[in-house]
């Protein structure tokens, strides 16, 4: 996206009421592509971080706040984007060395090993970075993998106590991918990682996207989630773009049918603004008058 680009569609978000700019790239890119050296270069960046940085500084400005998602990013790259930054995410996926062999889903995936996506939620707690991390359910693991990976997260926080958020992601096929022709994670065996989620983390905010469980999300509130995640009414799930975000006004039927309150909130939870400076929190007051929002409750 261009800076202009970028520009447009933040006053768009803010029209529409959104606290959150969620930012998404590939890895460095510009390391393997030189379409992508090309484009950074003419447009004033030598690295995706520096364009993220741009593009972060551009969201506050707009009175929005970002959320990056840019893969194994370095400890002094992290460090300058908290600097515009309310939180940040890597996806730990799983912390199990056999998914990275050869035949199984993480063999090529070189950056998905977990001593390096280990390695930076480490930089993050050491950073004070609010982090959402989580796990890909439904890829092979056995129910050991996922008691590791989970309590490998509950360990992190132990120690640094910034891990605000866990997603866990059920698997879906996709189209271009060599798992395209796997099934999608089975419902009660996803339901069942939840819960187990639930109990191993009994205070941790735990999440499922609704788009990829669309006609059933709302029964997965009564095994233990109490997040939704970001929902955007601008921009398609660029991740999973064949899942399509359900409509807020439904979200928020179907959690009161199943006896839940929908709340706003900011891309950070209230318990972790004390981790972000105190310029980020004044602006994070300022747009909470502006938008006559309720402390500690926010959309996101």
């Not at 741009?54 to 970002?66: D, N, Q, V």
Request: aromatic content about 8%.
């Amino acid at each position: 996206m261009s800076k202009q680009q970028i520009t447009e569609l933040l006053d768009l978000a803010k029209k529409y009421r959104c606290v959150e700019a969620l930012f998404v790239t590939g890895e460095q890119p510009e390391q393997r592509y030189q379409e992508a050296r090309d484009w950074l270069r003419e447009n004033g960046f030598r690295t995706t971080s520096e364009y993220l940085i741009h593009a972060s500084e551009t969201a506050l400005e707009k009175g929005l706040f970002p959320h990056t998602n840019a893969g194994n990013l370095n400890f002094e790259e992290m460090k300058e984007l908290k600097k515009t930054n309310v939180s940040m995410g890597l996806m730990l996926e799983n912390i199990s060395d056999r998914l990275t062999e050869k035949g199984m889903p993480h063999f090529l995936a070189a950056s998905k090993r977990p001593k390096a996506r280990l390695e930076i939620l480490e930089n993050s707690g050491k950073l004070g970075i609010p982090m959402t991390t989580g796990i890909l359910v439904g890829i092979g693991e056995n129910i050991e993998e996922i008691v590791d990976s989970l309590l490998a997260i509950k360990q992190l926080h132990q120690k640094y106590g910034n891990i605000q958020e866990v997603i866990l992601q059920n698997f879906q096929p996709k189209q271009d991918t060599r798992m395209r022709g796997e099934p999608s994670a089975d419902e009660k065996y996803f339901k069942i990682i939840v819960a187990l989620s639930r109990i191993i983390m009994p205070k941790m905010n735990i999440q499922i996207p609704p788009n990829l469980s669309p006609r059933s999300y709302q029964s997965f509130l009564s095994v233990g989630i109490n997040d939704w995640g970001g929902i955007s009414p601008l921009t398609p799930d660029f991740v999973n773009p064949e899942f399509s975000w359900p409509e807020i006004n439904r979200v928020e039927e179907n959690s009161k049918q199943a006896g839940f309150d929908l709340k706003c909130r900011f891309p950070i939870y209230p318990e972790f603004f004390s981790f972000i400076s105190k310029e980020l929190q004044e602006k994070m007051e300022k747009v909470q008058d502006e938008e006559g929002l309720v402390k500690k409750e926010y959309w996101r």
